[in-house]
């Protein structure tokens, strides 16, 4: 009964998912769904991004278990974001979209990035309208996380090292992580930053410029 | 229909986790359930401890995702550790830890660890048996994570502060992270740490031993 009930579950997300991804791609709307733990940098790339995609129209969904911090931090540089609060649940699902999409205001042609919950399990069994998932890790939370986590990892068509000027601090064996990677997600590309200083992000725009022209053409 | 079926899986979750607590009540077992963050230092704050509280008996159990890469360190380093492998569960249960009791050798009078997995959100939601949980927070993670995932904290006796040689190089924010933590947790302590040189970990095994002593009494 429980299993079922999950499959019915699963199985009524991912229509509704479809449905919202169409409506936003027939609205040239590109969607990335960006997934990492608790304090992996994800408001930090988002802010970096969001500055190199200006003047081109972009909003932020802001997923939160509580606190709208970061929806409040991302308005105060100018970047127009919207919060979900789950009230608790461990990753957004279709519906908590369909429900914020309703009370948006965002162009057709925009870029919408949609920071999931802190969490580096949940968040990646769900599909919510996206046309791709980025994973987000700091070099903080150490090496074995693709050992440790390989939905997250493989279920992204690319993952965004975070934090890269603390490597030597807390001695990071990138080797060992991109080995990870490559066996939970042949072919993804590793972008390493640091999002205090901007490092490195210039690589992440022109692979989701790249990703957004293939995916809508 | 839904919310029936959740309750009754907490109901029931409750209910064993009560009968496996009293079971290591009853020998004399002290049971610690270590909740945080993917790569906040659970494991490298557990060698550090059982380093401490040798040569009394200790266990380790060590949940994950995927990979059994803790319990091998941990089991090099002759710490007696168990691994469940929940294959992609995101959080401990009681059933579980009764599965794993049941093929542990453990001495009456023992130390038990329990290594949740790493997810700041669902493990809050459920006992597995144990006598308290403990939070760790890594000051990589940023210092707003009280507020963001309150569950965590309220529900944690204390919370272990960790990599906070790093706390000027992620400009670290104690006030504001002391703060959260007081609002969601009145009372609990803090403990900084730095698992890799043992820095503060002797204060944190005394809160131990007194909590220990407390509630074997």
Chains 1, 2 share one sequence.
Not at 25 to 33: G, K
Not at 111 to 125: D, H, Q, S, T, V
Not at 147 to 163: E, M, N, R, V, W
Not at 177 to 182: I, N, S, Y
Request: glycine share 10%; with cysteine.
């Amino acid at each position: 009964m429980r299993l079922e009930l999950k499959r019915a579950i699963y199985e009524e997300n991912d229509e509704l998912a479809r449905k919202i991804n169409e409506g936003l791609r027939s609205r040239r709307i590109f969607t990335v769904n960006v997934l990492g733990s608790p304090g992996a940098g994800k408001t930090s790339l988002l802010t970096r991004v969001a500055e190199r995609l200006r003047p081109e129209p972009l909003a932020v969904i802001e997923g939160d278990v509580a606190s709208d911090i970061d929806t409040v931090a991302l308005k105060a540089l100018g970047i127009d974001a919207y919060q979900i609060e789950t009230g608790g649940d461990c990753h957004l699902n279709a519906p908590m979209m369909e429900a914020v999409l309703g009370r948006m205001e965002i162009s057709d042609g925009s870029w919408l990035f949609i920071e999931n919950i802190g969490n580096l399990i949940c968040p990646a069994e769900f599909v919510i309208g996206e046309d791709l998932k980025v994973v987000v890790a700091s070099v903080a939370e150490g090496s074995d996380k693709p050992y440790k986590y390989p939905a997250a990892f493989s279920k992204s068509a690319a993952c965004i090292l975070t934090k890269i000027d603390l490597r030597e601090a807390v001695g990071f064996d990138e080797g060992f992580f991109r080995a990870g990677l490559a066996s939970v997600a042949p072919g993804a590309p590793l972008f390493p930053i640091n999002g205090r200083t901007g490092q490195g992000v210039d690589a992440v725009v022109d692979w989701l410029k790249a990703a957004r022209a293939s995916s809508l053409k």
